[in-house]
């Protein structure tokens, strides 16, 4: 599995826009870029994915670099209930393959 | 209406002893999954499960055995329970396919004594 790199943690204001940064070198044309995230105490929530196009949800927004070498899960306006830690995934797409966890970055958001 | 639900949420028991948590899915998905996450937050898949049948285990010993009734429900099975096997337990569901996302149960926390 191609290995994706995010930042240990990040800090961010309420109510001020987050760029959750990953890298992932070895990506290749057949995979899914997935986010993640984890709230304390809870199961991992799926936020959004995407494969070549930037996307956008209610949850957030994904900007993929135009090599595909890297994205950024961008929270347009961070609330406190959004600190958790946010997982970058890739996943082939060869059909029932299991997300494999790294260890994430850690998001605080100070009121 | 919960999409995954596991049950139960906390499981506190003595080594040695057999016990199941349950998963069920109301999401209408083929696959189903079985994850750990341990005291140091790490998160692995354990077991992956298509239509009823094991597609993947990754290593788990024999002590845990997944069982599927039908596509909805995935349950976990665990004999002889050891101290290692602490941990929280996610079941999850998605459709299998690399463009889709994955849903995840509350977790079921797992103490052994």
């Known amino acids: 599995d191609a290995k994706t790199t995010q930042p240990n943690s990040m800090e961010s204001n309420e109510e001020e826009p987050v760029h959750l940064p990953c890298n992932h070198s070895?990506?290749?044309?057949?995979?899914?870029i997935h986010w993640y995230r984890q709230l304390p105490s809870q199961g991992p929530e799926y936020v959004i994915h995407g494969l070549t196009s930037n996307v956008n949800n209610r949850m957030a927004s994904l900007a993929i670099a135009e090599d595909r070498k890297s994205s950024t899960l961008i929270l347009h306006r961070a609330t406190l209930r959004d600190a958790a830690v946010y997982y970058c995934i890739l996943i082939r797409n060869s059909g029932n393959t299991p997300l494999v966890f790294g260890k994430g970055t850690r998001l605080s958001v100070i009121a | 209406d919960t999409a995954v639900s596991q049950t139960p949420k906390y499981l506190v028991t003595q080594m040695g002893n057999d016990k199941s948590i349950k998963c069920e899915q109301n999401?209408?998905?083929?696959?189903m999954y079985w994850y750990k996450q341990d005291s140091k937050k790490f998160l692995k898949i354990m077991f992956s499960y298509n239509n009823k049948e094991l597609i993947i285990n990754e290593t788990v010993p024999n002590r845990f055995s997944p069982k599927s009734p039908d596509k909805a429900h995935l349950n976990l099975h665990i004999n002889s329970l050891e101290l290692g096997d602490s941990a929280v337990y996610f079941c999850?569901?998605?459709?299998?396919?690399?463009?889709?996302?994955?849903?995840f149960g509350p977790g079921t926390r797992l103490t052994v004594l």
């Open positions: 070895t990506i290749s044309g057949t995979d899914y």
């Open positions: 999401l209408g998905h083929d696959t």
């Open positions: 999850a569901s998605s459709q299998g396919l690399a463009g889709e996302g994955q849903y």
